[in-house]
């Protein structure tokens, strides 16, 4: 049973506009979410992570939302750029076992 | 530079046998996980280590082994009980510690095909 849904495969944005991919989760004694973006044959890279006392972490153009009472988690790249064009996978986090999303492919249109 | 660095990249073996995936880190972290992805779907968590000579079975442990011997390594060996063998591999670690939230850090993955 998938805990962890980003129920968008796919995504293109316009370079310069804002890119928003979106994740739901079912288990709530989550306590931490991460975002990760991946290339094609490479490992995934931690972009941004927040804690489930928060409901706002931002890092750059990079901001994750976490809605607890909807179990939604959000990312926003602001602005997009060619370069952030990759596969964004969500994840959560209890008992220090990681649960990922299935990923959204972004692709930021030059 | 540290890191996790997985081998072999692209891995062939026929059906029936046994291979060894090699996962070491240099980045002196406590926890080491391996996942496995398949197209359309997410990383699925297979083994995972929170300390030396202990590992706790993920979600689709079946047909899978490894071993903790030392910090620094995690081999995961895909066994012939393995009914779908073929996949991405990925070594993780992270350094949970004192602190309960840590990210995890990847490897570049093996590409491993059964045939």
């Known amino acids: 049973d998938q805990q962890v849904k980003q129920n968008s495969p796919s995504l293109s944005v316009q370079e310069g506009r804002i890119s928003i991919l979106n994740c739901d989760y079912t288990?709530?004694?989550?306590?931490?979410f991460l975002w990760y973006k991946k290339y094609p044959a490479e490992g995934p890279t931690f972009l941004i992570s927040i804690s489930s006392i928060k409901d706002k972490n931002e890092d750059g153009r990079f901001t994750v939302f976490l809605n607890k009472s909807a179990k939604h988690l959000s990312l926003h790249i602001v602005p997009s750029q060619p370069g952030d064009s990759a596969v964004y996978f969500c994840a959560a986090s209890v008992l220090k076992k990681f649960y990922f999303g299935t990923g959204t492919s972004l692709t930021v249109i030059p | 530079d540290g890191g996790i660095t997985q081998s072999p990249k692209y891995l062939f073996r026929k059906e029936g046998q046994n291979v060894t995936l090699s996962c070491e880190q240099n980045l002196n972290h406590d926890a080491m996980y391996w996942y496995r992805q398949d197209p359309g779907q997410g990383l699925r968590l297979i083994y995972y280590?929170?300390?030396?000579?202990?590992?706790q079975k993920g979600d689709i442990a079946e047909g899978y082994s490894v071993s903790r011997e030392k910090k620094e390594s995690f081999p995961l060996t895909v066994t012939s009980a393995q009914k779908n063998p073929t996949a991405f591999y990925l070594c993780?670690?992270?350094?949970?510690?004192?602190?309960?939230?840590?990210?995890?850090?990847f490897g570049n993955g093996t590409r491993l095909t059964v045939t």
């Open positions: 280590s929170q300390i030396v000579n202990d590992f």
């Open positions: 993780a670690s992270s350094m949970p510690g004192q602190l309960n939230n840590s990210p995890l850090h």
């Open positions: 288990n709530s004694m989550f306590d931490y």
